[in-house]
Structure formats: C-alpha cells, structure tokens
C-alpha cells in the first residue's frame, strides 16, 4: 500500500503539493519536472520555436517572467544554435519599477542571459509616474478619462516590440499564464467584446515583419504552480505589485475564478480548452487588416496615426 | 429641483424601484410598463410572432412563466388573428408539480387562455419521481450516473414538442430570462462546451416542419425585475424550488453572476449582447444536421434513435 504521503509519480519522494484537479500528490523533484513538461509540451504542441530562433523573453521581474526564463534557459541550454535574451521595459514607477529592474537583472547574470532594458522615458519622453499625474489632472475635468493601465498596457507593448527588434530577436516570449488567460476571456466577455477572445492564444503568428511573432509558454500553468515553482527552486522575483492596481473588474473575475476553481477543480483549464473550441470560428470571421506605417513614427498600424502615438498626442507629450 | 423620492419616467408617482444599471428610479406603473415595453420591443426586434401566430407559451407555475403569460395575454389581446394557450408539462415530482399546475390553471382561467397538460406518465409511462428512484438505485453500482435534471432536461423538451403539436401551435414560447441566457452561456464555457452557445439566443427558428420555432420574449428581462413585476401586479405563482435541484455548477455560477452585477451593474446584459457579437461566426462553422424519424417514436431526430427513446431504452423503460 502508497503512503498517503508518498508522490503518486515516482512512488518515493515525499509529497510536498497536492494538484486537486488531477489527484496528484507530488514531490518536489516530481512538480519540478511536471511544470517543465507542461512548458514543454505548450511549446511544442503550438510550434513555439524552432531550432535556431532568436528568443526574447519580456522579463518584468514579477514571479512569471523571471520563473519562465529559469525553465527557457534549462530548455534553450539544449539547442545550442537558439539564442535566448531577456527584455525589460522601465515604465517609470518609482519604488515598485526599480526593485524589479534589479531583481530581473540579477537573474539574467545568474543565467548568464543578455538583458535589454528600455524605458518610457526614452521612447516616449515620459515617465508613467508623470503621466498619471497628467490623468489626474485631467480627469478633474474629463470623465471619460481611461485608467493608468489602458495607456501603460499601449506603450508597453510598443517598448516590447522596440525592444525585441532592438535585440534582433524574431520570437517575443509573453510571461501571461493560464490565469491571466482565462481572466481575459472572462474580461472580454464581460466587457462586451467577446471578438477579442480570439487573440487570447498561446501563439500569435506576426502580423507584419517589423513584429516578432508572440508566443505564451506558461499559458497552461496556473499562477498557483508557478509561485509554488518559484519557491521551491529558490528564485527570486518581485513580489509588490504594481501601485497603479489592475481594473477593479479584473480583481473580481480573479477572484471569481479562484472561488469556482475551489468548488469545481479544473474549471480554468475546461474555460481554457472550451475557448480552443470556439477559436477557428472567431478567427475565420474577422476580417484581416491592412496595416501602414504610422505618419508620426513609421511602426505599422491600421490607422493613419498608431495607438501610441494617438495616445501621447492627445495627453499632449508628442 | 425633483425629490429624489420621484419618478425619474413620469416625474409624478413616488418610486419604488431602483434600477442601478441604468440609474433609472421607477414608479409601480411605469417599472409595469417598462418591463412590458422590454417584452414588446425583445419581440419586434427578433420578429417573433406574426399577426395569425398560434403561440403555446410552456408554463410551469413558476414566477417567469406565468408573468410572461399575463404580458403576452396583454399584447396578443390587440390581434385578434393570433391565439395564445398555455402548455404545461406534469413531470410527475409529488408535493412541488401538483401545487404548480394548480397555479398554471387558476392563472389560465383568469386570462381566459386554454390550458394543455400532458405528462410524462401519459408519454413515457414513468413519473419523474419513479425515474429518480431508478437513477438512485443505478448509481450505487454506476457511477458515471447522469443527474435526474439531465433526465428531465430531454424529456421535458421533448413533452413541450407534442404539447405544442397538440395545441396545433407553429410557436412555442419559453420564460427564459436573462440570468437563465447568461448563466447558460458561462455553464457552457465553463462545462467545456463553447459552442453551444450559438444555440442560447431569443429566437430559435424550427429545425423540422414537426417542430415549432421557439421564442423568448423575457431574455432581455433580468429575473429580479420579472420578480418585481409579479408582486406588483399580485400575479400568484409557485415559489417553491423543485427538489430535484439544478446542479452545483449553475448555482455556483448564478451566484457568482449576482455577485458581478452587484458591484459591476449591467454585467448581465454586457455578456448577453458580448454574445451576439459572436453568435453569428459560430453559427456559421457549424454543419448543418440532416434530421430523420426515430425508428421507435418517429419523431425527428439526428441519430437512428432520438435521445429520449435512448435514455429510456437505458433505464429499462421502454
């Protein structure tokens, strides 16, 4: 007879999780590896890479992204003709950005991986700290004014794609894992924009080739086991979050899941999966685009002026 | 300057409703005749019923269906050409069926609308009740056992299909409400199934000659205004739950629902309408089915036997 104690994998390690949607009990090597596995497999099962790919991580310094680029670089040591850099956008947010900057560079030098750090202020010649307090005093007047996250969410993945040009790399690695990625099918539903769950994939191919094509490898792992992850291989990441707090709607939903997940373990994983069902009738209905340069900063764009730019100009930065 | 305590429609009753998603504060009449205009304008913009439409509305006794009935008894009495009859189905659950179908008929006589019971005992030759007690029997020795409301679910539709036949209607009307349609829509995303979804939508047009179009006009109404409406109005109804309950998953999900519209007011609507905005690229992937007679009932169906003939045949019925 199994000890109730034992890890139902290898039948000799200690149990030290408990994975209630599968009735695993595992060990600390066992999770270790089935984490990786997962990784693995989400990586081939989408065709993430291929052998000599030129792989940029999007490292904020959060449990996610620095926990990913601890997997990658385990993963990419065994295909010697890939090469793997991590990239970081400085948003500009005093006493939360900087800890994490240094927390993401020290596990690049642990790595051994090259880092690109790229900063609002240089792209766009604003920090996001002053421009919250632009809103702020915008919104005393205006109340339609969008919240911090919707201009930070713009401008950060235009610093991303920079950044991963900058790095010549023509894979962009997403830390967003299986919550996030049901939250923002939720979201979107919730929203009224159900259209959108179509871009919620583990893989997007590039839309131009000025874009390196976006690839999720932890979008099946639950936030859970990533920290659990984390803590177990003793990596070390920011864990403050971010002072200007995702929408309130977002924290509900989360919070939502987490309740059901408790009362019907796997739900993300069935809403995860359920999606993949509806996907390829999303995507064969919307119409594609036609992208041109930007007149103001020559990115592509489906409009005559891009989002960032529309953006800064209207706040009156550019 | 208006007294807060005021009408914000009429801007004379005293009001007594508060309707937070869209700030409104309501009067008993005007809350009446909005309710009732929601109705009339779910029906014209779906084209539900024609001027000579022989409509069948599925009472059970409950609060929607019997406040549909007296809305609909209200708006069919401006065309003459079209005729209204409930139909109500007696499934056989001693102590809750009987107190509602006593309910259905006083409501029917007051409108002056003919009444049409059949029951499963008369169609399949077994109670609910009886069916239940098989299941209960079966599930000690199974244990991929289906829930009595899975039973039900088929056979019920399929009751609410001869009753309306027998009626001689060409449409059937359901009291599906909004919290039914969104509690639907995520039970479904959540039960893995997504594409299902293209089937919760307020007018189904009929799949076979032998079968009616069905119609809800109250898919628009959330269910504590229906309830509102019905104390208003003095309309009686059956308010005791049935004692087979809906499973753990819907209630769940119903629950979490309120919760969202608590702190996020028109959540419910916001899913709804998210939905129509992809309804069509799913309708539009899905094959169309080839129906033929079940070679027991003769009843349409899509396999050799229709499904009520199968679970049936299962439990040693028929």
Known sequence: MTDTHTCTLCRRGDAVYMRVYSGEKLCAKCFTK??????????SRHDMFKHDDKIAVAVSGGKDSVTLLHILAKIESKF???????????????????????????????????????????LFDIKLDDLVRLLTERSKCQTNALSPCAYCGVLRRRALNLATREAK?????????LDDEVQTILLNIMHGDALRIARV?????????????????????PEKEIA????????????VPCPFAPTALRTDIRTMLNRM??????????????IDKIRPALEASIKEVILQECILCGEPTTDEICKPCRM?????VC
């Not at 089935?34 to 990586?43: D, P, Q, Y």
């Not at 992850?229 to 864990?239: P, R």
Request: glycine share 4%; net charge positive; proline share 4%.
């Open 80 to 122: 010697p003709k890939a090469t793997l850099c991590a990239v970081t956008v400085d948003e500009g947010i005093r006493g939360y950005r900087d800890e994490a900057l240094k927390l993401a560079a020290e596990n690049c030098r642990k790595l051994g991986v090259k880092h690109v750090v790229i900063s609002f202020k240089e």
């Open 261 to 274: 997940e408790e009362r019907h373990a796997g739900t993300k994983f069935t809403v995860f999966k359920s």
């Open 34 to 43: 089935s984490i990786e596995n997962k990784v693995k497999s989400t990586i």
């Open 228 to 239: 659990f992850y984390a803590y177990l291989n003793k990596i070390k990441f920011q864990s």
């Open 201 to 221: 994939k583990p893989a997007l191919e590039e839309k131009h080739p000025m874009f390196a094509a976006r690839v999720k490898p932890l979008s099946e792992v």
């Open 169 to 177: 790399a023509n894979k962009l690695v997403l830390a967003h894992n």
């Open 312 to 316: 800064l100009r209207e706040l009156g």
